[in-house]
Nanobody, 115 residues
Framework: QVQLVESGGGLVQAGGSLRLSCAASRGLFGTYIMGWYRQAPGKERELVATLAPSLSTRYADSVNGRFTISRDNAKSTLYLQMNSLKPEDTAIYYC?????????WGRGTQVTVSS
């Protein structure tokens, strides 16, 4: 059973930083594309960043240069370092694991950026 548990969200002022963590079931990083998505009120869920087993990364244009996705294999934990946060980054952030037709989601962690 795949488990993804997010943590690290909170309230931060614009310009500040947060680091999100996703504790994942062991063995995922070698075969699943891991990712962070977010959903703001009244909007659809959108991709933030992905990290492939090969360590190649992909970022949404809106966060490129400000956010960094990474992983710690020993801790089986996925991270999202978020710098220079903006009010428009306010959303629930979800951890995702995807391989072929299989996709799994965490329950999300709230990030609120005040202006």
């Amino acid at each position: 059973q795949v488990q993804l548990v997010e943590s690290g969200g909170g309230l931060v002022q614009a310009g500040g930083s947060l680091r999100l963590s996703c504790a994942a079931s062991r063995g995922l990083f070698g075969t699943y594309i891991m990712g962070w998505y977010r959903q703001a009120p009244g909007k659809e869920r959108e991709l933030v960043a992905t990290l492939a087993p090969s360590l190649s990364t992909r970022y949404a244009d809106s966060v490129n240069g400000r956010f960094t996705i990474s992983r710690d294999n020993a801790k089986s934990t996925l991270y999202l370092q978020m710098n220079s946060l903006k009010p428009e980054d306010t959303a629930i952030y979800y951890c995702n694991a995807k391989m072929s037709v299989y996709t799994y989601w965490g329950r999300g962690t709230q990030v609120t950026v005040s202006s």
